[in-house]
Every structure is written in structure tokens, then in C-alpha cells.
């Protein structure tokens, strides 16, 4: 059965919302990996998370060198 445009709209994830539930998936391999307690309701306030992100985008910026290197060669 067809959907109404309104209930449509009303149903797709916004970026915000799709982006918190991205981190609390990486957090959670994160804490399961590293045998760190799991909490998702003080995730962006822990110390843990700040690091993690830390070394998350610090990853990020290496892989983007290192594809840069790649194609200047």
C-alpha cells in the first residue's frame, strides 16, 4: 500500500539522528573490543569516548595522507 507524501517525510532519518546512532554503533565495537564498560546514555560525556574520537579522526587523517601519497605517485 502506497504511503502519503506527509507520512513519507515524517519517516526518513535525519543527518543528526543518523549520526548518533553511527557513533553508538562504533562505540559499542569500541567498548566490546577494548572490554570497556558500554553506557550509551553518557557516551558524549565520557573521557573514554573523547579519546576514542580522538584516535578515530587522528586514523581518518592518516588514511587520507596516505591515499593522497598514493595517487601523487
Not at 553518557?42 to 581518518?60: A, I
Request: charged share 35%.
Amino acid at each position: 500500500m502506497a504511503q502519503p507524501a506527509y507520512i513519507q517525510k515524517t519517516l526518513k532519518m535525519k543527518p543528526e539522528v543518523t549520526r548518533i546512532f553511527d557513533d553508538l554503533d562504533r562505540w559499542l565495537d569500541h567498548c566490546r573490543l577494548n572490554l570497556l564498560p558500554y553506557s550509551p546514555s553518557d557516551m558524549y560525556k565520557s573521557q573514554d569516548y573523547w579519546r576514542f574520537q580522538q584516535e578515530r579522526e587522528y586514523l581518518e587523517r592518516k588514511a587520507r595522507r596516505e591515499s593522497k601519497s598514493r595517487q601523487e605517485q
